[in-house]
T-cell receptor
Framework: DAGVTQSPTHLIKTRGQQVTLRCSPK?????VSWYQQALGQGPQFIFQ???????QRGNFPDRFSGHQFPNYSSELNVNALLLGDSALYLC????????????FGDGTRLSIL | GENVEQHPSTLSVQEGDSAVIKCTYS??????FPWYKQELGKGPQLIID?????GEKKDQRIAVTLNKTAKHFSLHITETQPEDSAVYFC?????????FGKGTHLIIQP
């Protein structure tokens, strides 16, 4: 039973560029959430997607956007990258029915130069 | 919004001893409290969770207690083993997005 998978594992970009990160949820899950984890900190909630719609959003600017596809996989897009966007980006999946728990992938390490 | 405080930031215990990590939350509407373990280079792994209608939950060497009145919850690990060494995060949720604490680095001394 495949867990949550994310790609790529590592990425290096420069300031001002745009990036797309990808996530496949755990088998049977229909809801995807994205988190940003800075070094030495706990993950911070970016947003959640269900039925291809953004259902809830944390305190992140509009530069952060997402998409969910009919097969429940998801993308996180970040525009106009800043040095402060360097972090581990985590995807978590869950079942909408009954909500939690959320299961996490191993993340994409994004470095901005 | 919700705010979660976690203590201590580092905890060192002798192998075989117990470890306790404590968290407080600010929003009384929070109703779901998971604990995650994160090893180096990996994503957070759910180890136990508790909902607001339950005061305590146990799973082998791991237990979580919840005090809704005081708005705090704790993780208890008994008979610690070297493989328990990791960073542990508590979290709280009202609806969907989880609010995490800053983490506790648990070190198991041989």
């Amino acid at each position: 039973d495949a867990g949550v998978t994310q790609s790529p594992t590592h990425l290096i970009k420069t300031r001002g560029q745009q990036v797309t990160l990808r996530c496949s949820p755990k088998s049977g899950h229909d809801t995807v959430s994205w988190y940003q984890q800075a070094l030495g900190q706990g993950p911070q909630f970016i947003f959640q997607y269900y039925e291809e719609e953004e259902r809830q959003r944390g305190n992140f600017p509009d530069r952060f956007s997402g998409h969910q596809f009919p097969n429940y996989s998801s993308e996180l897009n970040v525009n106009a990258l800043l040095l402060g966007d360097s972090a581990l980006y985590l995807c978590a999946s869950s079942l909408a029915t009954g909500g939690q728990p959320q299961h996490f992938g191993d993340g994409t390490r994004l470095s901005i130069l | 919004g919700e705010n979660v405080e976690q203590h201590p930031s580092t905890l060192s215990v002798q192998e075989g001893d117990s470890a306790v990590i404590k968290c407080t939350y600010s929003d009384s509407a929070s109703n779901y409290f998971p604990w995650y373990k994160q090893e180096l280079g990996k994503g957070p792994q759910l180890i136990i969770d508790i909902r607001s209608n339950v005061g305590e939950k146990k799973d082998q060497r791991i237990a979580v207690t919840l005090n809704k009145t005081a708005k705090h919850f704790s993780l208890h690990i008994t008979e610690t083993q070297p493989e328990d060494s990791a960073v542990y995060f508590c979290a709280a949720s009202i609806t969907d997005g989880l609010t995490f604490g800053k983490g506790t680095h648990l070190i198991i001394q041989p």
